[in-house]
């Protein structure tokens, strides 16, 4: 009888294993097993034959490991943006369309590998893509759940998440633990829809003929080999309307996207990477807008391409790296501004010039130095040098731009510059002896880029620090010109205590705090406990004037910054609202002289005057806050909407209406006194971005 | 190694031979699955080929891979020796006697 192998390790290696084309292997485990090998043996092959399958079938998939991460990180800056949109509808449409944006965030990704695949000579079959469109969103919503049970079980009661999102860029950058979390469902619904479409490579298709309908027409086309049936004029204009596309591609990105940080005082590792994703966005950009018009019909290009589009993409990418830096020194009005503009067109041209010389060589000849007898006596003395125009349209150019800087006009400049940088590149740059492979050509083409993104980084540091820079500089005016014309206060003792103020963008401000008039009676409530009406045996309530400070701060931040502008006036008598986008959250603090003890309080009453004429629901929560204590610790009376803003109640106000709103004090509570109220506005997604104009009376709080 | 191993036994080239024969030349076990995975490498770089042999009761009726090497992987084979030769040339031999004492 012959010995069998065990069961289970053979069951392993046929369904454990990934790249099994035949069965050879498993018929060499068993020849080598009869010949008297032990078990031990069979089951040690079999756990290395699945662990070499695993890891070689992870090899060949590391691109879509790295898409897959790559394109979840913007999954938090997605849910904010879908939250933001799916906030408005009722609960069902809501979810549907949550549904269908996600879904189309997941296909956006998949669309996006597969070009980028196709841009590196690989693709993907369509049978293989359609199964991948339909599979992501039905893996995604499964894995979702399950993440988010888990997640919640792991950080049980759930995660501290702040109560409004911040900006997208901040989304993208997030590496905490409830970002990271969110991401999971979307790295693995793509891993898992992609999985089975392994790449290959457009020239072993075309080698093997196999299949031919896995591989579109564009794209046979593109790999057609370097055909240059054009003349030289149609290609200079299309290759210019090309680097223009993408230029413009990349401007619009950078005025979109470009922004400086929150910060007044940034850390360098955060300026490194916001300069990285800017130079990162201003490159795909680029590459993206000359990518549409490359593929366009009207394009000869799409058929007679003069050199390949990614090693186009990889020269023209060296000169829109600079577009972020650029734009962020236009908007601070520095001539800086026009010179990266001029190193930009330079060392664009001067690339796109090497790489496309073999599609001019025939109508252009190489420069070259004049040639010369040899031995010809004051030879050079007899050389006359030929007129050429393009020396006077630069000098011309430069002279202008000059001009345009002196009087400010730095877009100008800028574009001169870069002409006459472009122009003079064209020109005078010799082609390099480039190798006819396309191989070595993606190499050079690469390797230069990567040289150049490294200036082009630290200038777009400088250009963020020149930023932040400004910025001070013009908050601290609008901070000169407002105490100028006396608008905030005359108290010279607080202005001089008081800290500078700091913008946001142009006139705001980083956070925002109001006190109450000086002229107001100073109360430091509660009485003193001998006489307090929660002292032992006393009924009656205690009323505390409000007369604290209101706070309108944004996200991340959740106190006020030692910049904050600092003013006298009433939320009934200022419009405070966010002009970055970036939710406004408002709350009101009152201190107490003294402790009162929470055994003793039953409820609190808080009465408000409400002058606030926007649509839209506010609720009040109250925060009772033992600050003696080391750790600062809160009881949260929970939320009340406030009447006269709910819809049913609105109406138009020309005088505010006042209106009490009763909390319940809970007898046991992990705080046994407290000396300091906090009222959270909360408001709805109308008032997101404006502050509730909405002030707080008092309060009176009741014995139990 | 692998390539000497598929050229040395010729028309008998395949899992099990191949893996015989490595383990004589280095004096310690191979993993059958390891041989496979470098031989997959070596064919998509067309230094060898395979053909699938007729199935035999002693292997459960599954079929044999047998490999044979291209003029590529010969070609390769030979310029791998040259260049041995060569670097091997370079070293002088008190600095091998050196390290044989060590």
């Known amino acids: 009888m012959r010995r069998q192998p065990p069961q289970l390790a053979t069951w392993m290696l046929e369904h454990l294993t990934t790249r099994h084309r035949d069965d050879a292997l498993a018929g060499d485990l068993l020849e080598v097993f009869r010949m008297g090998r032990s078990n031990g043996w069979y089951w040690r092959q079999v756990l290395a034959t699945c662990v070499l399958s695993w890891a070689a079938s992870l090899r060949a998939r590391v691109p879509l490991l790295v898409f897959a991460l790559m394109w979840s990180m913007a999954a938090p800056a997605w849910m904010l943006f879908i939250i933001r949109l799916a906030g408005l509808p009722p609960v069902l449409i809501g979810l549907v369309v949550w549904t269908i944006l996600n879904s189309s965030f997941l296909c956006a990704g998949i669309l996006v590998y597969r070009f980028s695949l196709k841009s590196f000579g690989q693709v993907i079959d369509r049978r293989n893509l359609r199964h991948a469109m339909w599979s992501a969103p039905l893996i995604f919503l499964p894995s979702l759940f399950t993440t988010f049970v888990l997640m919640n079980l792991y950080s049980y009661p759930g995660f501290s998440v702040a109560r409004f999102a911040t900006t997208p860029l901040s989304q993208i950058a997030d590496l905490r633990m409830p970002a990271d979390a969110l991401r999971i469902p979307y790295v693995f619904a793509l891993l898992c829809a992609l999985w089975g479409a392994v790449p290959r490579s457009l020239r072993s298709l075309q080698q093997l003929t196999v299949e031919p309908s896995a591989i579109d027409d564009s794209s046979r086309s593109d790999s057609s080999g370097l055909v240059y049936e054009l003349d030289p004029f149609t290609l200079r204009r299309f290759l210019g309307l090309m680097v223009g596309a993408g230029l413009i591609n990349a401007m619009i990105i950078g005025f979109l996207l470009c922004r400086l940080p929150d910060s007044h005082a940034p850390a360098f590792a955060s300026l490194l990477m916001r300069a990285i994703i800017y130079v990162a966005l201003g490159a795909l950009a680029g590459a993206g807008g000359t990518w549409l018009y490359w593929r366009s019909p009207a394009s000869p290009f799409r058929a007679h391409a003069p050199i390949p589009f990614p090693l186009f993409a990889l020269v023209c990418a060296s000169g829109w790296v600079w577009v972020p830096s650029m734009v962020m020194f236009y908007e601070q009005i520095s001539a800086a501004s026009a010179f990266v503009a001029m190193i930009g067109a330079f060392v664009l041209t001067s690339g796109l010039r090497s790489a496309a010389f073999p599609a001019f060589a025939s109508g252009q000849p190489r420069p070259s130095v004049p040639e010369m007898a040899d031995g010809e006596l004051f030879a050079e003395s007899l050389y006359r040098p030929p007129i050429e125009a393009h020396g006077y349209v630069i000098a011309l150019s430069l002279y202008a731009a000059g001009a345009a800087l002196l009087t400010r006009l730095n877009y100008t400049a800028a574009a001169l510059l870069a002409f006459s940088a472009s122009v003079f590149a064209w020109k005078r740059s010799m082609p390099q002896r480039t190798s006819d492979e396309t191989g070595n050509q993606y190499r050079q083409a690469t390797l230069r880029l990567a040289l150049i993104v490294i200036p082009a980084v630290l200038v777009t540091i400088w250009a963020l620090l020149d930023g932040v820079a400004y910025r001070n500089r013009v908050a601290e005016l609008n901070a000169a010109l407002a105490a100028g014309n006396g608008a905030a206060t005359n108290d010279n003792a607080n202005q001089k205590s008081r800290p500078k103020a700091s913008t946001l963008g142009f006139g705001g401000y980083e956070s925002l705090i109001l006190w109450p008039f000086p002229e107001k009676k100073q109360l430091l409530p509660p009485i003193p406990m001998e006489d307090s009406l929660l002292a032992p045996g006393t009924t009656r309530p205690l009323i505390i004037r409000f007369n604290g400070p209101y706070q309108y701060i944004q996200p991340p931040d959740r106190v006020p910054g030692p910049a904050a502008h600092q003013a006298h006036a009433t939320p009934l008598a200022v419009d405070v609202q966010s002009n970055d986008f970036i939710p406004i959250m408002m709350d009101a603090h009152q201190s107490l002289s003294a402790s009162v003890r929470i055994a003793r309080c039953r409820k609190i009453e808080v009465e408000i005057a409400n002058g606030d004429n926007r649509v839209g629901t506010v609720s009040l929560g109250v925060l009772l806050t033992d600050e003696t204590s080391s750790q600062k610790r809160s009881v949260d009376l929970g939320r009340q909407p406030i009447i006269s803003t709910e819809p049913g109640n609105f109406s138009i106000k020309s005088a505010p209406v006042f209106e009490k709103l009763h909390f319940a004090v809970p007898a046991n509570a992990r705080i046994r006194k407290f000396n300091a109220i906090t009222v959270v506005f909360i408001p709805d997604i109308k008032h997101e971005f404006v502050a509730p104009k909405i002030a707080v009376q008092q309060f009176q709080l009741f014995a139990r | ?102």
Do not use: C
């Not at chain 2, 893996?19 to 230094?47: C, D, I, M, P």
């Open chain 2, 1 to 102: 190694m692998l390539l000497l191993a598929v050229i040395h036994l010729g028309d008998e080239a395949y899992g099990v031979t191949i893996t015989q024969q490595l383990e004589a030349y280095r004096g310690r076990g191979v993993a059958v699955g390891s041989v496979y995975a470098a031989l997959e490498r070596l064919e998509n770089k067309n230094l060898v080929e395979s053909s699938l042999g007729d199935p035999t009761p002693e292997r459960g009726g599954k079929a044999k891979r047998y490999f044979r090497i291209t003029k590529e992987g010969l070609s390769q084979v030979h310029e791998t020796r040259r260049v041995l030769t060569r670097l091997w040339k370079t070293i002088p031999e008190s600095m091998l006697e050196v390290q044989q004492e060590n």
